[in-house]
């Protein structure tokens, strides 16, 4: 009997040190877990906290791209203003100019018409004076011829 005892103890203690193995072997391969998941957890940290700092530049830089392009727009909007302000300028001295010509044409007109019937006024007067002389010549004669008959 004694053997199977010593081999129920031999068995009991293979049984002991393979439970204890085993229980070895889950701490190791929990603790490994642990650690595996720690380090995922901190890649998986690192790897988001670079995708938000590389949103971040991305959004700096369309920012600034935007405010370049504004500024940009801006600088043409105003040498746009500029030009059509030059350009209605130059259109109202132009116009300026035409009506000055105008005027002057038409004051030219004015005064050649003015002369026209100060000398049509004047050939009307010594028509008209001339005429009245006439008449007032034949209107003596029939006095005088009157006066004579």
Same mark, same amino acid.
């Given at each position: 009997?004694?053997?199977?005892?010593?081999?129920?103890?031999?068995?009991?203690?293979?049984?002991?040190? %393979?439970?204890?193995?085993? @229980?070895?072997? $889950?701490?190791?391969?929990?603790?490994?877990?642990? +650690?595996?998941?720690?380090? @995922?957890?901190? $890649?998986?940290?690192?790897?988001? +906290?670079?995708?938000?700092?590389?949103?971040?530049?991305?959004?700096?830089?369309? +920012?600034?791209? =935007? *405010?370049?392009?504004?500024?940009?727009? $801006? &600088?043409?909007?105003?040498? %746009?203003?500029?030009?059509?302000? $030059?350009?209605?300028?130059?259109?109202?001295?132009?116009?300026?100019?035409? #009506?000055?010509? =105008?005027? &002057? @044409?038409?004051?030219?007109? =004015?005064?050649?018409?003015?002369? @026209?019937?100060? =000398?049509? #006024?004047?050939?009307?007067?010594?028509?008209?004076?001339? *005429?009245?002389?006439? %008449?007032?010549?034949?209107?003596?004669?029939?006095?005088?011829?009157?006066?004579?008959?």
């Amino acid at each position: 009997m004694p053997e199977i005892s010593s081999g129920y103890k031999t068995s009991s203690s293979d049984e002991l040190r %393979l439970k204890n193995y085993r @229980n070895m072997i $889950e701490q190791k391969h929990e603790i490994e877990l642990r +650690d595996m998941e720690a380090r @995922n957890a901190e $890649e998986t940290q690192k790897v988001t +906290d670079h995708h938000r700092e590389q949103l971040s530049q991305l959004r700096g830089a369309y +920012d600034v791209q =935007i *405010s370049e392009e504004a500024e940009a727009l $801006e &600088a043409r909007l105003h040498d %746009l203003r500029l030009n059509n302000l $030059e350009r209605v300028g130059t259109e109202k001295r132009a116009a300026e100019i035409e #009506i000055d010509k =105008i005027k &002057a @044409n038409s004051h030219a007109q =004015i005064d050649e018409t003015k002369k @026209n019937a100060d =000398i049509q #006024i004047e050939a009307l007067h010594k028509q008209l004076q001339t *005429s009245t002389e006439v %008449l007032h010549d034949q209107a003596r004669k029939t006095a005088r011829r009157e006066r004579e008959a």
